[in-house]
């Protein structure tokens, strides 16, 4: 069996997207991640991204490699790769949330971190599994 991979990362737009543009790349994205095997889920607030890319170790690594040179991304960090032994994202391709500052700070352990409407990209591994988390719990639909 394929050791799987999570991989955390989050950048910011080179200019702003709306949200019918955000759906029409995520329409075009994930035939590509399902033939890869890679699920997950997108994140935005404000220009602002925040990715959790799970799948075989060569697979997330080659996806990233290509959104880093993908011009829509400036700024790009990963935040968290580790070794996971199931998918917390098993059903989705790539899911996606509209966030905003006002929910983060909802969160209990971020509210400090967001009280400044701060960008995901000063974030680190705790607070991004804080927001996976309340994800998993049913914060988002």
């Not at 490699?65 to 935040?79: G, L, P």
Request: hydrophobic share 40%; glycine share 6%.
């Amino acid at each position: 069996m394929t050791q799987l991979t999570q991989l955390i990362y989050v950048s910011k737009a080179t200019r702003a997207l709306d949200k019918e543009e955000l759906t029409t790349l995520l329409g075009k994205i994930r035939p590509n991640n399902s033939r890869l095997g890679i699920t997950g889920i997108l994140l935005h607030d404000s220009g602002s991204f925040l990715q959790v890319l799970e799948g075989p170790l060569t697979a997330i690594r080659e996806l990233y490699q290509r959104i880093a040179k993908d011009d829509k991304h400036q700024s790009m960090v990963t935040i968290l790769e580790r070794p996971i032994p199931e998918r917390q994202f098993p059903n989705w391709s790539m899911g996606f949330a509209e966030v905003d500052t006002e929910l983060l700070e909802s969160i209990d352990g971020l509210n400090d971190f967001y009280s400044d409407a701060t960008c995901f990209n000063e974030i680190d591994p705790g607070r991004a599994t804080k927001i996976l988390q309340a994800f998993a719990k049913g914060r988002w639909h």
